[in-house]
Nanobody, 125 residues
Framework: QVQLVESGGGLVQAGGSLRLSCAAS????????MGWFRQAPGKERERVAA????????YYVDSVKGRFTISRDNAKNTVYLQMNTLKPEDTAVYYC??????????????????WGQGTQVTVSS
């Protein structure tokens, strides 16, 4: 059974940093793109970042460019989201996801087959 487990969320003041991790088990995702999404209360789920199978390409939504960095360690079957200069509008539940588009680049049109349970990120002003 495939599991994606996020960790690293929490409460932080505006301007602070957090590092989210997503550990995959039950399947090796080293050949597949991974992504991070978020959903704030009353809002639709938003695609935040994506990374290709080898880390060669990345995608970021405009609102996080220059502040967030997605990376992966295929030996550990883990993907990360480093979040710096956090803003109150970054408050949301953050989800990692795995695509089954093998060898694909990190493009915004990717579809995802597996999802984690989410981790809460709260940024206070």
């Amino acid at each position: 059974q495939v599991q994606l487990v996020e960790s690293g969320g929490g409460l932080v003041q505006a301007g602070g940093s957090l590092r989210l991790s997503c550990a995959a088990s039950g399947r090796t995702f080293s050949s597949y793109p991974m992504g991070w999404f978020r959903q704030a209360p009353g809002k639709e789920r938003e695609r935040v970042a994506a990374i290709s199978w080898n880390g060669g390409t990345t995608y970021y939504v405009d609102s996080v460019k220059g502040r967030f960095t997605i990376s992966r360690d295929n030996a550990k079957n883990t993907v990360y989201l480093q979040m710096n200069t956090l803003k109150p509008e970054d408050t949301a539940v953050y989800y990692c996801a795995a695509s089954l588009a093998r060898w694909a680049t990190a493009r915004p049109s990717l579809e995802y087959a597996y999802w984690g349970q989410g981790t809460q990120v709260t940024v206070s002003s």
